[in-house]
Nanobody, 117 residues
Framework: QVQLVESGGGLVQAGGSLRLSCTAS????????MGWFRQAPGKEREFVAA???????TSYADSVKGRFTISRDNGNTMYLQMNSLKPEDTAVYYC???????????WGQGTQVTVSS
């Protein structure tokens, strides 16, 4: 059973920081590209950042460049370091993996991030 579990969300004041974690189980995710997405109330889910597990190449949405950093360890955990948080970063954050094809087909349950002004 493949599972992705996010953690690390919470309430933080604007300008603060949080680090999200995504732990994968049931399969070795070293081969697969992974990413973070978020969905704010009343909005569609949007891309935040992605990382290729093997080379560590990263990409970011323009809205988070310079503030967020995606990384992974040598095991099955991916991180999203979020600095200089803004109220507009408030959303449920999801991690996802491309396992079966070119689309993200495995998703976590999400973790809430709330940034107060």
């Amino acid at each position: 059973q493949v599972q992705l579990v996010e953690s690390g969300g919470g309430l933080v004041q604007a300008g603060g920081s949080l680090r999200l974690s995504c732990t994968a189980s049931g399969r070795t995710f070293r081969r697969y590209p992974m990413g973070w997405f978020r969905q704010a109330p009343g909005k569609e889910r949007e891309f935040v950042a992605a990382i290729t597990w093997s080379s560590g190449d990263t990409s970011y949405a323009d809205s988070v460049k310079g503030r967020f950093t995606i990384s992974r360890d040598n095991g099955n955990t991916m991180y999203l370091q979020m600095n200089s948080l803004k109220p507009e970063d408030t959303a449920v954050y999801y991690c996802a993996a491309k396992v079966l094809g070119s689309a993200y087909d495995y998703w976590g349950q999400g973790t809430q991030v709330t940034v107060s002004s």
